[in-house]
């Protein structure tokens, strides 16, 4: 059972930068995809950042040039690193993981991991203007 543990949510001004991180434990595939989401308040959970296990990134165009992911397998840990951010990034976001390779294009991410991902408890992420 793979399992996820995130940490690292808080409050952040705006224009500032702040990482989240996600621990993973239980799969032992080589072949997988680690992901963030995220969910505003009366808003869809929409797929932020997707680091396939061949290395591939893939973001959304409201964060790109602005967030990173990465991670560190001695850790079996992945990261989002959030720079510039913005106010509407405010949201409650999640990690997941998928045992199997990252979508092609991030906006079929959502329903593929709600139907075959494993996800993280949420961390929420502030950002005061």
């Known amino acids: 059972q793979v399992q996820l543990v995130e940490s690292g949510g808080g409050s952040v001004q705006s224009g500032g930068s702040h990482r989240l991180s996600c621990a993973a434990s239980?799969?032992?595939?080589?072949?997988?995809?680690m992901a963030w989401f995220r969910q505003a308040p009366g808003n869809e959970r929409e797929g932020v950042a997707l680091?396939?296990?061949?290395?591939?990134?893939i973001y959304a165009d409201s964060v790109k040039g602005r967030f990173t992911i990465s991670q560190d397998k001695s850790k079996n840990t992945h990261y989002l690193i959030m720079t510039s951010l913005k106010p509407n990034d405010t949201a409650m976001y999640y990690c997941?993981?998928?045992?199997?390779?990252?979508?092609?294009?991030?906006?079929?991410?959502?329903?593929?991991?709600?139907?075959?991902?494993?996800w993280g408890q949420g961390t929420q992420v502030t950002v005061s203007s």
């Open positions: 997941a993981a998928l045992v199997a390779r990252c979508p092609s294009r991030i906006v079929y991410s959502t329903d593929l991991f709600n139907d075959l991902g494993y």
């Open positions: 680091l396939d296990s061949d290395g591939t990134t």
């Open positions: 239980g799969y032992t595939t080589s072949r997988y995809c």
